[in-house]
């Protein structure tokens, strides 16, 4: 008999002592109430180790909704997004045909690469439909109700439609960077509609599940991921979990960003055969048709992201040089390795991605089971679906795919492995000396197992490196409360909780401290003014910034007027029902946005130019605009006094208009964005009176702005440069 034959023996022995253990009454209490005396409550979950990730995950989806409560996730986050950058790159090497054969960043490769992943969905596509013609039943789903649970099972990740773009071009992005967050930021509101809730990709989801017969909760609420609306699919559940994970930290993982952003807004086989069977089945299925034609390589949303990745790595050769790019590209691929994998139903994070052992665990796995032969355990026991005996099959685990499966099932079976902790793993303990299966593995080989367990609860970003063949990997800045807000993201501060007048750093009154009138230039006025003036110019869009960060969220109409106002500040000065597409990012002129125009008006003055906010308030202290930035981080608790800041600040923008200080090419676009402003403010604080704490809360943000932030004595100080 092969000396390997104890494997068999020993998996066979711990799928039975599993059923045992899963068996085995407790022994009886006295005080508990007999078992047939008892109502039956069937348990809404079984205990299963996908059910564990299922929970983790839904857990981690709520807190990442309401980052603002929960910001102590921000570690956790940072780990598990390293985690699955690594699986999924480390899953993509396996696959032909990857991203990952383009060994060096070259534009025109990356354009062909894209092009053939179109043209192999077409191709698809033609099978597909050539298959149906013959009378092949529908792939996706049979009857309407299949079509209405495969809806349901999507939630949770259509409803965070766009939120892998969610953090992305702040008023502290470094200023020669925006130029490329700026083009992604824009598919970013596309997929809210730019400002039109009926084009609002996360509001027609919602549609077709009302549609479907299914009232579910707000995605950001506690009740979305309750049990009992029957969202059980784990696959989904962690792809729109990265989706929130990798928008988190926009400076420390733009490339992962970027590159995930390129994957993602792929024409997919999926969608096409959707919208077709949908349709089929008399349900709307205009989301998905609005996809094929959105998420195309020519103007669209493809072709968006593919000019915003060619943009990013020009900027890096530029600034750093050939080699960085290929560091950049790297990354970039990574990002969309983690789009490709998290679409693959096959992929599990069950065990760490990362872990350098799994190679060498299924290498020896496979090496005794193909010893075994044609022996065969006949144990009925099943794991993942499959009986024991399916799994040992030769030929079942000779697949890569099928080995990692494999792997990915025991790493989640406790008692019997117990990620991170060996000692306490009962497959050591039955290993080791004194245990059933003590003999069956030499001593090499359990301690290859032992290494293999202690790796499984370890992200292990030195893995995610060696993937990446670099040296290092920026550590997010931003998970502690040190950290710079004007340079960092995000950073939640105690500072952030302040919002009384006595909490707030006000701004010297300018008014009290210089004699304009008897200035001796006005150029050195201009100069005086502006000093007081940037440092608020550059900052206080931030107000409305982070309401962007949570798709469903930015569905109310508050939120959808704030779009269109954002959209404005940000230089998007075209506002009708379509998309704007590839002809905002093929403009040759220079985007006009606040920025810019704060940009302008210290250089017509003479003024430095700064490189990012950092550099501005380190020009031009202001504590007030340092404060804003900390309220802003809270959007959910401060949001009418959030918006009340911002109609203060609107008040600048006239009083700028009417000045000298701005150049007179920039103004036709400031006068636009205070007719866009005027518009939204109005819905605002038309839908805040609908409560007392609401309006009271706008007005007090507003009365901030005009006496904290001294906008009312900054505006009589522009209009006096003209007396």
């Given amino acids: 008999m092969s000396s390997y034959f104890p494997i068999t023996l020993c998996l066979c022995g711990m799928a039975i002592l599993i059923w045992v253990l899963q068996r085995k009454k407790p022994a009886a209490n006295p005080l508990e109430v007999p078992h047939d005396l008892k109502p039956v409550v069937p348990r809404p979950w ?18 990442l909704h309401n980052l603002e409560d929960h910001h102590d996730v921000l570690s956790q986050s940072n780990d598990i997004l390293i985690s699955l950058l690594a699986g999924s790159l480390s899953w993509e090497q396996k696959r032909p045909g990857s991203i990952l054969a383009l060994d060096s960043y070259e534009p025109n490769s990356l354009q062909a690469f894209v092009n053939n992943q179109d043209t192999d969905v077409g191709s698809q596509w033609e099978q597909y439909t050539t298959k149906r013609k013959s ?128 994957h993602f807004e792929l024409l997919t086989l999926e969608t096409m055969k959707a919208a077709r069977e949908l349709e089929e089945l008399k ?68 065990a760490s991605s ?32 499959q009986r024991l005996s399916q799994w040992l099959v030769p030929e079942n685990l000779a697949s ?26 009962r497959l050591i303990q039955e290993l080791s000396w004194g245990g059933k299966m003590f003999g069956s593995f030499t001593s090499a080989e359990v301690d290859l197992v032992r290494r293999w367990i202690d790796n499984l609860a370890n992200p292990s970003p030195q893995a995610y490196l060696r993937l990446l063949s670099a040296n290092s990997l920026p550590a997010p800045a931003s998970l502690g409360f040190n950290k710079d807000i004007r340079h960092d993201y995000p950073v939640f501060s105690p500072r ?23 200035a001796s230039s006005q150029h050195h006025t201009a100069k005086v003014v502006l000093a007081r003036l940037l440092p608020l110019w550059f900052t206080h869009q931030c107000v409305l910034e982070s309401f962007m960060a949570v798709p469903s969220r930015t569905m109310d109409p508050r939120m959808v007027a704030v779009t269109r106002v954002l959209r404005a500040y940000n230089g998007f000065i075209h506002i009708d029902e379509g998309v704007s597409g590839m ?32 550099e501005a308030l380190d020009l031009w202290p202001c504590e007030f605009s340092v404060t804003l930035l900390h309220l802003a981080m809270r959007p959910n608790r401060h949001r009418a006094t959030l918006l009340g800041l911002a109609s203060a600040f609107s008040e600048l923008h006239e009083a700028v208009l009417r000045s000298k200080l701005l150049p007179s090419e920039d103004r036709e676009t400031l006068r636009h964005i205070i007719w866009v402003e005027r518009l939204a403010f109005k819905i605002c604080v038309e839908t805040e009176r609908a409560t007392e704490q609401g309006y009271s809360d706008y007005e007090r943000g507003r009365d901030l702005g005009l006496r904290a932030g001294n906008v009312s004595g900054l505006c009589r100080m522009i209009q006096s440069l003209e007396l």
């Avoid at 950001?220 to 991921?225: L, N, P, Q, V, Y």
């Avoid at 872990?355 to 020896?364: A, G, L, Q, V």
């Avoid at 499966?405 to 000692?423: D, H, Q």
Wanted: charged share 20%; with cysteine; glycine share 6%.
């Fill in 283 to 350: 349900i709307s299925s205009y989301y998905f048709f609005l996809h094929i034609s959105i998420d195309n390589s020519h103007p669209g949303h493809t072709a968006m992201a593919v000019n915003t990745v060619v943009k990013y790595l020009t900027h890096i050769e530029t600034i750093e040089g050939p080699e960085a790019v290929q560091t950049a590209w790297r990354r970039v691929q990574a990002g969309y390795c983690l789009s490709r994998a998290l679409s693959d139903p096959d992929f599990s994070s069950l």
């Fill in 46 to 63: 079984a205990e299963t180790p996908e059910d564990n990730e299922l929970q983790s995950y839904k857990k981690l989806y709520f807190k």
């Fill in 496 to 518: 952030g909780e302040l919002v009384s007048f006595n909490d707030m750093h006000t701004t010297d009154n300018p008014l009290h401290d210089l004699k304009l009138r008897t």
């Fill in 583 to 614: 002809d905002e990012a093929r403009r040759t002129d220079e985007t006009l946005g606040l920025v810019e125009m704060g940009l302008h008006m210290a250089r017509q003055a003479g003024l430095p130019q700064p490189a990012s906010l950092r």
């Fill in 135 to 262: 009378g092949a039943p529908r792939d996706l789903f049979q009857t309407k109700a299949e079509a209405h649970d495969w809806v349901k099972q999507r939630a949770p990740l259509k409803l965070v439609d766009g939120a892998w773009l969610g953090h992305i071009h702040r008023v502290n992005t470094p200023y020669n960077i925006r130029h490329v967050t700026k083009d992604a930021w824009q598919v970013m509101t596309e997929e809210y509609g730019d400002g039109q809730l009926e084009q609002h990709h996360v509001h027609l989801y919602s549609q077709l599940l009302e549609e479907a017969g299914f009232s579910l909760p707000p995605p950001h609420s506690a009740d979305f991921t309750h049990p009992r609306h029957g969202m059980t699919d784990t696959g989904i559940w962690r792809a729109a979990v990265a989706q929130l994970l990798i928008s988190l930290f926009p400076f420390d993982y733009l490339p992962e960003i970027l590159g995930y952003n390129m």
């Fill in 400 to 425: 890569p795919e099928n080995q990692r499966k494999f792997l990915s099932v025991l790493a989640g079976m406790k008692p019997w492995v117990r990620a991170g902790n060996s000692a306490n793993s």
């Fill in 354 to 385: 990362g872990n350098e052992w799994d190679e060498k665990m299924t290498k020896m796995l496979k090496a005794k089971v193909d010893a075994v032969g044609q022996i065969h355990c006949t144990s009925q026991i099943k794991i993942a679906g």
